[in-house]
């Protein structure tokens, strides 16, 4: 089925351990985007990508860093964890301009 | 500063009756808004949208106003179901350059339809 996935699904991590969220659509999109939610906070922008070859900061890009692999990719990295890193993360895309955003089921992130 | 607000965290409402989420917002440079649902362990899926040359939305049983001068808008759902029991968030979108790219959501409103 077309959509969005995000791998992994659940991770623990300690503090200053790094990993790397994978993203991948096959809606052949131009636009990807990395999300966090915590709670009581809504939906905060970390990175996005409006086109393959090109990446843009967010609302709330420190700590993070994001490649644009290919238009199907786009993965977000923390180099060094922290606990206020600990979050639901999900990745999106569209096809142009943000309007109906498609979301992957996202990735539980905790940083003891 | 939060641009997006939604004011109530929560509500609760009977089945079969109206549902109305509510959502303000500063920024008059935001011409397009949508409202996301979302589901516990799943990510928002979107619902519903309305451009600021229009006032009213409708899709089924969801209807989405817009007031510009306000700078509200809101979501009625008739009649309200069980499964409509989720966390409903706001989002704006508009401005100059790169801010086309970037939706602006709200922190969102649990609603739960008791049967």
């Known amino acids: 089925n077309a959509g969005v996935t995000q791998t992994p699904k659940f991770q623990v991590l300690k503090t200053g351990q790094s990993m790397t969220l994978q993203c991948a659509q096959d809606?052949?999109?131009?636009?990807m985007y990395w999300y966090r939610q915590d709670p009581g906070m809504g939906l905060r922008l970390i990175y996005y990508?409006?086109?393959?070859?090109?990446?843009d900061k967010g609302e709330v890009p420190n700590g993070y860093n994001v490649s644009r692999l290919n238009k199907r990719e786009f993965s977000l990295r923390l180099e060094s964890a922290a606990p206020s890193q600990t979050s639901v993360y999900f990745c999106?895309?569209?096809?142009?301009?943000?309007?109906?955003?498609?979301f992957g089921s996202g990735t539980q992130l905790s940083v003891l | 500063d939060q641009q997006v607000k939604q004011n109530s965290p929560s509500l609760s409402v009977q089945e079969g009756r109206i549902s109305i989420l509510n959502c303000d917002y500063t920024?008059?440079?935001?011409?397009?808004f949508l409202w996301y649902k979302k589901y516990p362990a799943e990510g928002p899926t979107f619902l519903i949208s309305?451009?600021?040359?229009?006032d009213k939305n409708e899709d089924g049983r969801f209807t989405v106003f817009l007031n510009k001068s306000a700078k509200h808008l809101s979501l009625h759902i008739v009649p309200s179901q069980p499964g409509d029991s989720a966390v409903y968030f706001c989002?704006?979108?508009?401005?100059?350059?790169?801010?086309?790219?970037?939706?602006?959501f709200g922190k969102g409103t649990l609603l739960t339809v008791n049967p």
């Open positions: 999106a895309t569209s096809q142009a301009r943000t309007e109906k955003l498609f």
């Open positions: 809606m052949n999109h131009n636009s």
């Open positions: 990508s409006a086109s393959e070859g090109t990446t």
């Open positions: 920024n008059s440079m935001f011409d397009y």
């Open positions: 309305i451009s600021s040359i229009k």
């Open positions: 989002a704006a979108q508009g401005g100059l350059g790169g801010s086309n790219y970037k939706l602006t």
